[in-house]
């Protein structure tokens, strides 16, 4: 009889496990929380990323387009720069190029207390 009673808790003692995983495993048919955008109220070109299908005056359109991954965007191009809606491609070129660029100054030292101007 001990026996029996050994085996019986052996099975619940496995089976709980297993019954708390499947009751804790997520639904297939409802979306995540995560992946659930909220709305904005703008409405995005069919095809095209939000970024372009509304140009504005923003940063990102003005300046040039800038990937999070590179770093933190860097500050608004110098009065000399001549080409301002190029400038995030500048900064990520030059960042590439030299180890010690500086995007407030646009400037990389070539030496100690030297420091020239990046034209790429």
Same mark, same amino acid.
């Given at each position: 009889?001990?026996?029996?009673?050994?085996?019986?808790?052996?099975?619940?003692?496995? #089976?709980? /496990?297993? +019954?708390?995983?499947?009751?804790? !495993?997520?639904?297939? &048919?409802?979306?995540?929380?995560?992946? *659930?955008?909220?709305?904005?109220?703008?409405?995005?070109?069919?095809?095209?990323?939000?970024?372009?299908?509304?140009?504005?005056?923003?940063?990102?359109?003005?300046?040039?387009?800038?990937?999070?991954?590179?770093? #933190?965007? /860097?500050? +608004?191009?110098?009065?000399?720069? !001549?080409?301002?809606? &190029?400038?995030?491609?500048?900064?990520? *070129?030059?960042?590439?190029?030299?180890?010690?660029?500086?995007?407030?100054?646009?400037?990389?030292?070539?030496?100690?207390?030297?420091?020239?101007?990046?034209?790429?």
């Amino acid at each position: 009889m001990r026996r029996f009673a050994l085996i019986g808790l052996a099975a619940a003692g496995l #089976a709980l /496990p297993s +019954a708390a995983a499947f009751a804790q !495993a997520p639904r297939q &048919d409802q979306p995540k929380a995560e992946t *659930a955008k909220p709305q904005t109220g703008k409405q995005e070109a069919p095809g095209k990323p939000a970024a372009q299908a509304a140009p504005g005056k923003g940063e990102t359109e003005r300046y040039g387009r800038w990937e999070t991954s590179w770093g #933190a965007k /860097p500050p +608004a191009p110098p009065k000399t720069f !001549a080409k301002p809606a &190029d400038w995030h491609r500048h900064v990520r *070129a030059c960042q590439l190029r030299y180890k010690s660029y500086n995007p407030r100054t646009d400037t990389f030292m070539i030496r100690p207390g030297v420091a020239r101007r990046c034209t790429r």
